[in-house]
């Protein structure tokens, strides 16, 4: 693509009405307010329109939830159960499945609530055999940008680490279990020094395990920036930039990325062990690990930080670096991610809406839409999949078909 971008119309002649990794199919059993829906659907972007309220972003969280994490609300498994099926005290469960397809193959992949005795888990399934969520990952990548996701990065630092983690997820499937793994034994550890008598081997084991989590989950981060660096590079050579999304610039400081830059990884466990031994009973001692790295984005062009930019400049930041990811994901490692844009149409100008679409119909997987009106969409080719939600829920039962056409 070049920086002069032609007309919509022009640039639309180079897309292709086909995807090679999108969903055949998805069925949703009591998830959230769909007690029973089910959508068939062509080789194509797909937008989900209709109402406040009758369930749009409900579909892109369950497609949220075919990879490890808490999708893309972040909410507790408890939460997506139809709220009629907990009034009633009747059927307590709820399930995902769909059929993807992608150049691997076709797969066959669900996720859902598991009730043992008083425990509650999130299963999933392949092909009907149980696997670890985190396995998922391995299959197929999704990615999302959501009007709460803006707010979230910019509230904290933390959420900052969090969104990088996602990202980081996709060239390393086993990067949130890392993570989850760091935090579950920083809390055991904590429990263990508040004892009367703390058993020091048992420390040291528990710091030894926290050491290496702390620089594999680091080195892994630096990766995907080091991917998305090298992907600039080769984008600014080959004048392939795309003009109305700004090139961004992602650091993370601290201080065991820079000791990564010095000295091997081994010799950096063994500092970060050491350091965490000279802290067991000094709580004001700084102990340098994956939740203290400074994370900075910044534009570019401006050299301007995502924290200080307006809230339009703030949307397009985030928005190219999702698009930038996904190119990456598509280029080096063949496996386009499934994008989900919920209500992001809205909050976009003429101009960018035409070069988010130019983006989306380029890009080698499905993108999922949702709007309240299907206006906004006019100028998008042809072949996006229009689906009126409120329509097939009061009159097809929740039951979809490409074939109806748009309904």
């Not at 939600?389 to 039962?397: G, H, M, S, V, Y």
Request: net charge positive; proline share 2%; with cysteine.
């Amino acid at each position: 693509m070049n920086n002069n971008i032609l007309s919509f119309k022009e640039n639309f002649t180079n897309t292709k009405d086909s995807k090679s990794f999108y969903i055949k199919k998805i069925s949703l059993k009591n998830f959230r307010n769909h007690k029973n829906l089910n959508l068939n659907l062509k080789n194509s972007s797909i937008l989900i329109y209709g109402g406040n309220g009758s369930g749009k972003t409900n579909i892109l969280e369950a497609i949220s939830l075919l990879n490890q994490g808490k999708g893309l609300r972040k909410a507790n498994i408890e939460n997506f159960l139809n709220q009629e099926k907990i009034c009633d005290n009747s059927f307590k469960t709820w399930g995902i499945n769909v059929d993807f397809v992608s150049p691997n193959g076709k797969f066959n992949i669900g996720t859902g609530l598991k009730k043992t005795g008083t425990n509650k888990s999130r299963i999933a399934k392949l092909n009907s055999n149980y696997t670890p969520l985190s396995s998922l990952g391995e299959i197929l990548n999704i990615s999302w940008i959501t009007p709460q996701l803006c707010v979230l990065i910019l509230s904290s630092m933390n959420e900052k680490r969090r969104f990088i983690d996602r990202l980081t997820m996709s060239i390393d499937s086993l990067h949130l279990n890392r993570v989850y793994k760091y935090d579950k034994l920083f809390r055991q550890r904590n429990k263990i020094l508040m004892q009367p008598n703390s058993d020091e081997k048992w420390l040291d084991t528990i710091e030894s395990q926290i050491s290496e989590l702390s620089v594999s989950i680091i080195a892994r981060r630096l990766d995907l920036l080091e991917e998305l660096e090298n992907l600039y590079k080769i984008e600014l050579k080959n004048n392939h930039l795309t003009k109305h999304f700004p090139a961004v610039s992602i650091i993370i400081n601290g201080k065991i990325e820079k000791l990564l830059e010095e000295k091997p990884a081994l010799e950096v466990e063994d500092y970060v062990k050491s350091e965490l031994k000279k802290s067991r009973f000094n709580y004001d001692l700084f102990v340098p690990g994956p939740n203290n790295s400074l994370i900075e984005i910044f534009n570019r062009i401006d050299n301007k930080n995502l924290d200080i930019s307006s809230t339009g400049e703030q949307k397009l930041i985030l928005i190219s670096i999702i698009l930038s990811h996904a190119r990456l994901l598509n280029d080096k490692f063949n496996m386009a991610p499934i994008l989900l844009l919920d209500d992001i149409i809205e909050h976009l100008d003429n101009k960018h809406r035409k070069a988010l679409f130019l983006e989306v119909s380029r890009h080698n997987a499905q993108s999922w839409f949702t709007s309240t009106s299907k206006d906004a969409f006019a100028g998008y080719p042809s072949f996006i999949d229009k689906i009126n939600l409120q329509n097939i829920k009061e009159n097809f039962d929740g039951n979809y078909h490409f074939r109806y056409g748009d309904i």
